[in-house]
């Protein structure tokens, strides 16, 4: 399918059938890491050689460049990715490694882009039924979600009852508790502009917990874009699935680390690594003879599943691995699934799904398994100390993913001592600013290390000639997971990209102002002035922000009337301000600020995080002004 510019004729579109729609969904979730939708335009050469095209990296880079019309940030979207594919199997005419004709896949729902007749997006039908039921089954007792229920799994009900942002705003809080303050959701008979800051909060909040929503935007809410709602929901669900798949979560999880292995090994592993380990964990003890490398070929014949479940299921639960004896393998995925229901555990696979390998869904379904029935051994004497993620680390890690990174970034240091994320942050905070040629990003096996260590003195170089303060810090200290060094550089990476929006904003390019933190307190106090409020900024430390109300107040100044005073506390207590630093990070979101910190950080006055509050509700006033 090609996309053609405006006015131009487009060519009859080339559809994928469903085998290879399937086969090319799992290799798109393969690189996709962090479940986004997106891959990055640099991985396009490897994801083509691994359909059966591999062309010079030239040419590679001569199809970005061409599309860089429908390429944004530097990312394609599947429906992107198969154009090109399409594309190059006519010019080459390759012999394609499913050997099957190109037709209109019956499984996959298609629509048209409202704005380009040319661009057709995909929603699979499978994933539609799986994340309705989710909401089904988890929001029934919410008083606020009853008039939305129950979803019908089978139609657009899904995008047409997201529109309002109230569910989602709830499916954020179930993935990530108190995300957002219950009180700063609108409710009731709401007006157009309440919708509209309902869906502004869920787009920025599902960003603070590091979902990536690279061209969504309320619109796309309120019109009910299926691919776009589909893929924020996902995102939401599986930061929650996943959020406690670690050490510092699952303490126990020490039983899965291999014969040698160091905890600093085991804390490099992802959570689907982590998951995979697991259930190998128990088919060992099974004595069933398998074992499983992923969860699409692997699990399709349920065998896998049928002995997992017998293993982690309490023993008056009667599970049984009767299903195994059914040699159909659909029948045989529907009984097992049987069993998972004696467990509360049907979820997100329906026995097709199971059957075809869908990556997504079966690894929600064990990821659900092991957050119930973990069925592990206690972790003894092993001492776990130091294993704790910070909340700077959190803030940041967040922050990194929802600027659309890959890989996905699940543990600050260990995840960045390649360069390669680094570079990216640069790129998107001064695109064009990196020298692609001077970074590696497929390593050899034996000069990885020093290819590594030539990333990061690179990445410390682009930080040199950012005006950075990196005096003493090395590549080789990112490379080694320097704790207090890593996070000095990447405060200010998370500093330079704030500011690079704000001095758009105010017409100057200079990321190096010295006055910057002053403008920002100046003008907080100018707009708290002007909007008849008494409370004044002294400093990015200042002792009285830890209550809370300075924020609400600025927020209240740049959107007139949007505060509900009557929620706000005296701020008397911790609990009290704690509670006030919850409603007003909220509010803020909800008025569009892109806030990453933390409402402890606004009780304790942590002066970093409180700059990029600020800062970013200076953002927001310079956008509506």
């Given at each position: 399918m090609s996309r053609g510019g405006g006015g131009g004729a487009v060519r009859e579109s080339l559809f994928l059938n469903a085998d290879q729609l399937e086969e090319i969904t799992k290799l798109f979730e393969t690189i996709d890491c962090n479940g986004s939708g997106y891959i990055d335009a640099n991985d396009l050469g490897k994801a083509l050689e691994t359909v059966g095209i591999k062309i010079p990296g030239h040419e590679v880079r001569e199809i970005v460049q061409k599309r860089m019309g429908s390429i944004r940030e530097g990312k394609l979207d599947i429906e992107e990715f198969k154009d090109v594919y399409t594309e190059l199997k006519t010019k080459y005419d390759v012999k394609d490694k499913w050997n099957s004709m190109i037709k209109s896949p019956k499984d996959v729902k298609e629509i048209r882009s409202q704005h380009h007749d040319e661009v057709?997006?995909?929603?699979?039908?499978?994933?539609?039924?799986?994340?309705?039921?989710?909401?089904?089954?988890?929001?029934?007792?919410?008083?606020?979600c009853k008039k939305y229920l129950p979803i019908n799994p089978e139609t657009s009900d899904l995008y047409q009852k997201c529109g309002d942002g109230i569910l989602l705003c709830k499916m954020i809080n179930f993935s990530q508790p108190e995300t957002i303050h219950e009180k700063a959701i609108n409710k009731g008979n709401l007006s157009v502009y309440q919708i509209l800051e309902n869906q502004t909060l869920a787009l920025r909040s599902a960003q603070a917990i590091g979902c990536n929503i690279i061209n969504i935007g309320p619109e796309d809410l309120r019109d009910g874009k299926e691919h776009l709602v589909l893929g924020l929901t996902w995102q939401i669900i599986r930061i929650g699935l996943l959020a406690d798949i670690n050490l510092q979560h699952n303490p126990n999880l020490v039983a899965l680390l291999l014969e040698?292995?160091?905890?600093?090994?085991?804390?490099?592993?992802?959570?689907?690594?982590?998951?995979?380990?697991?259930?190998?964990?128990?088919?060992?003890?099974?004595?069933?003879g398998r074992t499983v490398?992923?969860?699409?070929?692997?699990?399709?014949?349920?065998?896998?599943?049928?002995?997992?479940?017998?293993?982690?299921?309490?023993?008056?639960?009667?599970?049984?691995t009767i299903p195994e004896r059914e040699s159909n393998l659909e029948d045989r995925a529907e009984k097992m699934l049987l069993e998972a229901?004696?467990?509360?555990?049907?979820?997100?696979?329906?026995?097709?799904?199971?059957?075809?390998?869908?990556y997504k869904l079966n690894l929600a379904f064990v990821a659900n398994l092991f957050n119930k029935y973990p069925a592990l051994e206690p972790a003894g004497d092993v001492d776990l100390g130091g294993i704790e993620e910070t909340r700077e680390e959190k803030t940041y890690r967040n922050w990194m993913n929802s600027m659309g990174v890959s890989p996905y970034v699940y543990r600050l240091y260990s995840d960045l001592t390649d360069g390669l994320v680094i570079c990216q942050l640069y790129d998107k905070i001064k695109p064009n600013c990196v020298d692609w040629k001077k970074v590696t990003r497929t390593f050899k096996e034996k000069s990885a290390n020093m290819e590594r260590i030539e990333n990061c003195n690179y990445a410390i170089q682009l930080g040199k000639q950012s005006n950075f303060s990196l005096v003493g810090i090395s590549g080789k200290d990112i490379y080694d997971g320097n704790k207090t060094l890593t996070l000095a550089l990447v405060w200010q990476l998370m500093r330079a990209y704030t500011l690079s929006v704000l001095q758009q904003l105010r017409g100057h390019s200079d990321p190096s102002t010295a006055n910057i933190d002053k403008e920002i307190v100046a003008w907080a106090n100018e707009k708290l002035d002007s909007g008849g409020k008494s409370g004044r900024l002294t400093g990015f430390n200042d002792p009285g922000i830890s209550d809370g109300q300075l924020i609400i107040d600025l927020v209240d100044a740049i959107k007139p009337g949007s505060v509900d005073y009557g929620v706000v506390k005296s701020g008397q207590t911790e609990e009290e301000k704690l509670e006030n630093a919850k409603y007003g990070l909220t509010v803020a979101r909800r008025a569009g600020a892109r806030i990453y910190a933390l409402p402890e950080d606004v009780v304790e006055v942590k002066s970093k995080m409180v700059m990029t509050i600020f800062a970013c509700l200076m953002i927001v006033a310079l956008q509506d002004a």
């Open positions: 057709r997006h995909s929603v699979a039908n499978e994933e539609q039924v799986a994340f309705s039921n989710w909401i089904n089954s988890n929001f029934t007792d919410d008083p606020d040698g292995e160091t905890l600093e090994d085991f804390l490099k592993l992802s959570p689907e690594e982590i998951l995979i380990r697991w259930v190998n964990y128990h088919l060992k003890r099974s004595g069933c490398g992923n969860f699409t070929a692997d699990i399709k014949d349920s065998i896998a599943y049928i002995h997992l479940l017998n293993q982690i299921a309490p023993n008056h639960l009667g599970i049984s229901e004696k467990m509360k555990c049907r979820a997100f696979v329906s026995p097709r799904d199971v059957c075809r390998g869908i």
